[in-house]
């Protein structure tokens, strides 16, 4: 009986099920009413009494070591199934929660795309700038009111002073000095002015500032230039007008309106009933500028121009108020989700 029972235990030890069916044959094999375990343990009457203990203990054992394989059958039957599910290749994709681009990015993007397409490359500069990036190199005159404590964020840095840049126009001045032409490059960024917050006026907005010197630039070369970006953002029908403007660092220079794209320039009041909207500054780089980043006036000439991103972004999307922007309700920037 004994070399039975371990002929028995070396069976159990081998033994191997692939499925449901097979471990049930198992169990009724060893474990069933009628299965080896219950038999032995009856015949266990006609054991000789000295021999009846280490019998039935040894018949014991072997119960045990059927149950304990059962159960191991069935943990590894349960883990199989839970595999199977994961890697169930005929399932549906779960659908991803996919999040949103900001509105100012898309329109950042978008004008990106359109100067890219011209040849413009992205050019970066720090935000917290030094007075020669900012006003020095763009001809702003020591007592120039933009460098007033009203429009300006001055900190310390060090030593020196420094200022939170009102402006990407310093972009072109890093560009220049660290070029040399041809040039065609535009200046996405976050700007900051010294303004108290309201539905039109913010203490940080975003501009792109654009940029391309080479010989013999012109300013129809720079109107033209306009022209294909206002009808690459607004549409076919989009027209420009220039007004004669002054900033420093351009000469001549001039503030660009784009025809109302709300009321198709028929009058709203958005565009205040002109049908004009003001979108953007631009000129010819003055020869000073030039000079003060290292190029030759004399050989070189260019264009520059800036834009406002929130400005653009308001026409597109026809949003109001400034502070949406950058007050994060969800139920704002969820508008600009697509398929939302
Ligand atoms: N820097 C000007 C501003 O902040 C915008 C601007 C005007 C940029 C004319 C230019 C330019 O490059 O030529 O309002």
Not at 88 to 95: F, G, I, Y
Not at 309 to 331: C, G, M, P
């Amino acid at each position: 009986m004994k070399e039975y029972i371990d002929e028995l235990a070396g069976q159990i030890e081998a033994y191997s099920i692939t499925n449901t069916a097979t471990l049930e044959e198992f169990r009724i094999h060893f474990l069933g009413s009628k299965g080896v375990v219950k038999e032995l343990f009856s015949s266990l009457k006609s054991v000789p009494n000295e021999e009846k203990k280490e019998m039935g203990r040894l018949l014991n054992d072997l119960k045990i070591k059927a149950e304990t394989k059962l159960e191991l059958f069935k943990e590894q039957l349960s883990s199989q199934e839970k595999t199977t599910e994961r890697i169930d290749l005929s399932r549906p994709a779960e659908e991803s929660a996919i999040g949103a681009h900001h509105p100012l990015s898309l329109v950042r993007n978008e004008i990106i795309s359109i100067f890219s397409r011209i040849g413009y490359v992205v050019s970066e500069g720090p935000e917290i700038e030094d007075d020669w990036h900012n006003f020095s190199a763009l001809n702003f005159p020591p007592e120039h009111p933009a460098r007033d404590m009203q429009d300006t964020f001055f900190i310390e840095k060090g030593e020196k002073e420094m200022a939170l840049r009102t402006h990407t126009s310093s972009v072109q001045v890093r560009v220049m000095e660290n070029s040399t032409p041809p040039i065609r490059t535009i200046s996405p960024g976050r700007v900051y002015r010294n303004e108290a917050i309201s539905a039109r006026a913010h203490c940080f907005f975003h501009q792109v500032e654009g940029l391309y010197i080479d010989k013999n630039v012109s300013f129809a070369d720079l109107k033209q230039t306009l022209l294909y970006f206002a009808k690459e953002m607004f549409g076919e029908k989009a027209q420009i007008r220039l007004r004669p403007s002054y900033f420093p660092f351009t000469e001549p220079s001039a503030e660009v309106d784009v025809s109302c794209s709300i009321c198709n320039a028929e009058g709203c009041n958005v565009c205040k009933y002109s049908g004009w909207l003001e979108i953007l500054g631009c000129g010819m780089v003055d020869p000073n500028v030039l000079k003060a980043c290292g190029i030759d006036p004399e050989v070189y000439t260019g264009f520059a121009f800036g834009m406002g991103v929130e400005r653009i972004a308001q026409l597109k999307f026809k949003v109001s108020d400034l502070r949406l922007y950058s007050e994060n309700d969800v139920r704002f920037l969820k508008q600009f989700t697509p398929g939302v």
